[in-house]
């Protein structure tokens, strides 16, 4: 058996094809990302923000605890049967939507989607970092990420433009049915496993085998700690975005169509942006990137509570992308660098665990704030904790 060569060059073929699957990914996300709290609304008459963000806080614990699993059993099950298994979960979620007779069906559906998305986004940037080495693992989560949050904006749009077109129900969720089928059936038939890959750059590597414990991912390593930290407020914020940004929008008095564009362009900025950011982050400080993305986030959330316009939420969505693309690709590169190729899976799946806990937070934090004080309070609050997270960067991490 040959040697598996490490880099992206060496291996573009099967990087490809992960990065369309993970296009699929993101896209499962996109379907829902503009519509569910008007559904809420409409269909089920939930009013209260705390009801209406209870899909992403399932969603988001979900998620953060299959993440958490997926990093700790990869070496041992292997990354594309994780892979394999996070699609067979999805495959129900939009038919659940579809003919959901109360709210909770709405809730459940999003636990799977959490599974699937912890199982297969986990699976997917796993994958590509043992592909490409060392060398160009910023570029590699670039592409990454791009792929993924480049669908999640544009089908946000697109379910978004049906939805105003066709309804709430049931035309803008069989795009999920096509992605779940196609993310399935490409990762059974086209995906590899990258196993020998890991072993390869195990023996290439100089760096130690200790593993990384759970308290030295989270808190005490004071960069691990750091990227962690930032990690959740990062999701923090995208949750109070995701489950807030439409019931302002409406508030405002936008229409579905213009609600359906300004959501989409924070992930789609944050996803194109992440193919130049991503490389950026093999070439500077990463402590650097981090603190300036969390001050850009911040400074773009506290700037909406004061903004009416559709051009300026517009600009604040293309500023709050910017600043989303520059730590993303770089929170994983750095995870990567400060740990050994055997225990990257499992540090890499504790920092998802805290990154994607920060969407229940944030959903659940911001609707009882927005219930209790109002929306712009809700919004002015977190832009604030993002913008003291970026301060925990730059005192606490070393400049690497």
Do not use: C
Request: without cysteine.
């Amino acid at each position: 058996m040959s040697t598996p060569q490490l880099g992206l060059k060496e291996n573009w073929k099967q990087f490809t094809i992960l990065v369309i699957v993970n296009a699929f990914v993101g896209g499962m996300v996109g379907m829902e990302r503009t519509i569910l709290p008007d559904l809420a609304a409409s269909n089920f008459g939930i009013d209260g923000k705390s009801a209406i963000l209870s899909f992403i806080v399932s969603f988001g614990l979900s998620k953060a605890i299959t993440n958490y699993y997926t990093g700790a059993f990869a070496n041992r099950t292997g990354r594309r049967n994780l892979l394999i298994i996070g699609w067979i979960i999805a495959l129900p979620i939009p038919f659940m939507i579809i003919h959901a007779e109360s709210w909770w069906w709405i809730v459940v559906a999003n636990i799977l989607l959490g599974i699937n998305q912890g199982l297969t986004w986990s699976s997917t940037v796993i994958m590509k970092i043992d592909l490409v080495g060392p060398k160009n693992r910023g570029l590699a989560m670039g592409i990454n990420e791009s792929a993924g949050y480049l669908a999640v904006g544009g089908v946000a749009f697109l379910s978004g433009w049906i939805a105003s077109e066709y309804g709430l129900i049931p035309y803008p969720f069989y795009i999920g049915i096509a992605l779940s089928i196609l993310g399935l059936i490409s990762s059974i038939f086209l995906v590899k496993d990258t196993r020998l890959h890991v072993k390869q750059e195990t023996d290439e590597s100089n760096q130690l085998t200790k593993p990384k414990s759970f308290w030295e991912v989270s808190f005490k390593d004071p960069n691990l700690g750091s990227i962690s930290q930032a990690g959740m407020v990062n999701n923090l914020n995208d949750g109070m975005i995701w489950g807030l940004l439409p019931l302002l929008l409406s508030s405002l008095g936008f229409k579905l169509e213009q609600t359906a564009l300004l959501v989409a362009i924070y992930p789609s900025v944050w996803g194109v942006s992440q193919l130049i950011t991503g490389k950026l982050a093999d070439l500077y400080s990463k402590k650097v990137l981090l603190a300036l993305g969390m001050l850009f986030q911040g400074l773009a959330i506290i700037l909406l509570t004061y903004s009416t316009h559709f051009w300026q939420i517009a600009s604040i969505g293309v500023l709050l992308g910017i600043g989303t693309a520059i730590v993303y690709p770089t929170f994983l590169a750095a995870i990567a660098d400060y740990t050994s190729p055997t225990e990257r899976p499992k540090s890499i799946g504790i920092f998802r665990l805290w990154r994607d806990g920060g969407y229940a937070i944030g959903a659940l934090a911001s609707g009882i704030i927005g219930d209790l004080l109002g929306l712009n309070a809700a919004i002015l609050s977190i832009g604030l904790v993002t913008i003291f997270s970026a301060i925990i960067i730059q005192i606490r991490m070393t400049n690497k």
